[in-house]
């Protein structure tokens, strides 16, 4: 099974930005987490991460035919953006949304996601972890290890 895993704006200043509110772990350090994890599942995982909308429907449209679930966290673009949520529509793969942070007890406008629509699953507010239990998620949905 081969699984992309996505991430939204801002998402490569993990350990930086806020870490009252996402933590002190690097997006390094959660890509190792991740490779780790999938290591030992016995699955492939590719990863990328933009601050540009566009980009992430590229390579939303990109995994067509190449991967078997997503993992998305949009981040800000959680609460804006069509485009993601048609993208993710338009490939049919199966798809999970992750938020770090508890996003449905912050601030108003957090609380739409338009991503969610076209998601199996979403995971908030259970840290860089809420990663794995998405894959697991994902995993025992594809029937791997």
């Given amino acids: 099974m ?3 895993v996505l991430n939204g ?9 806020e870490p009252d509110i996402y933590g002190r772990e690097t997006y390094d350090g959660l890509v190792e987490k991740i490779k780790s994890h999938c290591k030992a599942k016995g699955l492939d995982v590719e990863f990328y991460q933009s601050n ?3 980009s992430l429907v590229d ?3 990109a995994a067509y035919g ?3 679930g997503i993992v998305i966290n949009p981040a800000a673009y959680t609460h804006t953006s069509v485009a993601l949520l048609d993208a993710l529509k338009a490939v049919s793969i199966p798809a999970v ?9 912050r601030e108003d406008f957090r609380q739409v996601s338009y991503v969610r629509a076209a998601c199996i699953a979403t995971i908030s507010g259970h840290g860089t972890d809420g990663y794995l239990e998405a ?5 025992e949905r594809g029937g791997a290890k």
Avoid at 9 to 17: A, D, E, F, S, W
Avoid at 97 to 105: A, F, G
Avoid at 135 to 139: C, G, K, Y
């Fill in 2 to 4: 081969k699984i992309l």
């Fill in 9 to 17: 704006p801002n998402i490569n200043m993990l350990g930086i930005r």
């Fill in 97 to 105: 949304e992750v938020h770090i942070s508890e996003v449905d007890r």
């Fill in 135 to 139: 894959i697991d998620l994902l995993a």
């Fill in 52 to 54: 540009h909308e566009g």
């Fill in 59 to 61: 390579k939303i449209q």
């Fill in 66 to 68: 190449s991967f078997d």
